[in-house]
């Protein structure tokens, strides 16, 4: 029995929403999964915390093509959406997930809805990948220094054997 199936439950059906049950009398696990997921994904608490959420906007490929977009400046919606195969809807939700991350800020002008990037929006992003950055760089930094002493010290071995090998022949 699979993990879902196990935490969905068997048999007593009492209680259980339609959402659970067509997940339950769903067959193979990739249907199982990609339903428990949706489910999930709509169910779950949203999250409160700052980088989460820039971090949650930036994971998909869409809306970073968007960021990369506005980016050249800003952009009415139907502009933005042109190059992606998907709905109207499906673009504002991928605007609406970058809106309440901070990144972008929408604003109706007349007829259009215009988009355009936050300058401060990456800012908490930033700062947290910054203080990785430093910390890798101090350790390749100590590698590059370590590698050095390391060939020197070896060098200057080979050149003294190399001279005792040299005074040993005459």
Not at 12 to 31: K, Q
Not at 54 to 80: H, K, M, N, Q, S
Not at 91 to 99: C, M, P, T
Not at 107 to 126: E, Y
Request: hydrophobic share 40%.
């Amino acid at each position: 029995m699979s993990v879902a199936r196990e935490w969905l439950g068997e048999g007593d059906e009492a209680g259980v929403t339609s959402e659970a049950l067509r997940i339950r009398r769903c067959r193979g696990d990739f249907h199982l999964d990609f339903h428990l997921t949706n489910w999930l994904n709509e169910n779950m608490p949203p999250t409160t915390d700052t980088l989460s959420t820039i971090f949650a906007a930036l994971a998909d490929p869409t809306r970073r093509a968007i960021l990369a977009r506005l980016a050249e400046g800003e952009a009415p919606v139907g502009e933005l959406a042109r190059p992606f195969a998907m709905s109207g809807a499906a673009i504002s939700k991928h605007l609406r997930v970058l809106a309440e991350a901070g990144l972008i800020e929408r604003q109706v002008s007349a007829r259009w809805r215009i988009c355009h990037l936050r300058a401060d929006g990456l800012h908490d992003a930033h700062e947290w990948l910054e203080a990785y950055r430093r910390h890798w760089e101090g350790n390749l930094d100590r590698l590059v220094e370590f590698v050095e002493r390391t060939h020197a010290a070896g060098a200057g071995a080979d050149a003294r054997g190399k001279a005792k090998d040299r005074g040993t022949e005459s």
